[in-house]
C-alpha cells in the first residue's frame, strides 16, 4: 500500500511530518518504501472529498515550508529553497482537486529528496569532476564540448568521459543534458519566456530538437508540462539518473 499525502491522518500527522522531513534533510531515496510502510492496510482510508480541498490546501503548504527547510539542512542554497517554494505554493494554491494535489505534493517531495541527494552525492566526487561540473553548470547556455571541458583539468576528451561515467553514472553528455533540461523545467515553471526563448537560452539552437531531447527526458512535451505544471513520477524517466 503506497503512502497518498491526503491519507494523512490529521491526529498524530506531527510525527509523520517529522518523518518526512527527516528523509528530506537525509537526501533518502528510499523514502517511497519508508513512507509507503507507514500504511496500514488493515485500515483503509476512504480519500477525503474536494469540499475539504482548502483544509488540505494549507496544510500541503505547511508541509512545503517544512520541505524547504528540512532541505536547506541537508544543504540546498537558500535561493534554490526559496524558488522552488514560490513554485509549488502556486501549484498548490490552483489544485482543485484532491488527486491534483496529490500528484502536486508527491512531485514536491520527490524533488526535494533528489536534490538534497543529489548535493551529498557531489561532496564526495573528485576535485576534477566538480570543477567540470561547475564549468557546465555556470556555462550551459553556450556550445560545450569534450575537449573544451576537458582541457579545463587537464585530461583528455576521452579520460573525463570515463571519469564521469565511474563518479556520476553518467556520461559527460548526459550530465550536459540533465543540467540544461533541469534549467528548461525551471523556466516553463517560473518564467513567462517564450518555448523558443527557454531553448535558447539553455543552449540549444533549434526548438524542434529541444522539444525531443525535453520529452526524452521527462516524458512529456515543453508546451503540455508549461499548462499542466506536472511531470511524470522521476522513476519513470530519464531524471531519475
Known amino acids: 500500500m503506497s503512502f497518498v499525502f491526503s491519507n494523512i491522518p490529521i491526529c498524530g500527522k506531527d510525527t509523520i511530518e517529522q518523518y518526512i522531513m527527516t528523509l528530506i534533510a537525509g537526501g533518502d531515496l528510499g523514502y517511497r518504501e519508508k513512507l509507503s ?7 483503509p482510508f476512504s480519500p477525503p472529498s474536494d469540499d475539504s480541498i482548502l483544509l488540505w490546501r494549507h496544510l500541503a503548504i505547511s508541509h512545503l515550508l517544512l520541505a524547504s527547510r528540512a532541505a536547506a539542512d541537508g544543504g540546498l542554497p537558500a535561493r534554490t529553497a ?6 509549488y505554493r502556486q501549484e498548490i494554491s490552483d489544485a482543485a482537486h ?16 533528489h536534490r538534497v541527494h543529489a548535493l551529498r552525492q557531489a561532496s564526495v566526487l573528485s576535485a576534477p569532476i566538480r570543477q567540470c561540473m561547475s564549468y557546465i553548470d555556470s556555462r550551459y547556455d553556450q556550445k560545450l564540448t569534450a575537449d573544451l571541458i576537458a582541457s579545463r583539468v587537464g585530461y583528455s576528451s576521452s579520460h573525463l568521459s570515463r571519469r564521469f561515467r565511474e563518479e556520476l553514472g ?32 539553455v543552449g540549444f539552437h533549434s526548438q524542434s530538437h529541444f522539444s525531443r531531447q525535453f520529452r526524452k527526458y521527462t516524458g512529456t512535451a515543453p508546451g503540455l508540462f508549461r499548462t499542466t505544471g506536472h511531470l511524470p513520477p522521476r522513476s519513470s524517466f530519464e531524471r531519475s539518473r
Open 37 to 43: 510502510s507507514l500504511a496500514d492496510p488493515s485500515q
Open 82 to 87: 526559496a524558488d522552488l517554494v514560490s513554485c
Open 98 to 113: 484532491i488527486d491534483q494535489l496529490n500528484r502536486i505534493y508527491d512531485h514536491m517531495i520527490d524533488d526535494f529528496v
Open 170 to 201: 553518467l556520461s559527460l553528455t548526459e550530465y550536459i543534458l540533465k543540467v540544461r533540461m533541469e534549467h528548461a523545467i525551471r523556466l516553463l515553471r517560473l518564467s513567462q519566456l517564450s518555448i523558443a526563448d527557454i531553448c535558447e537560452a
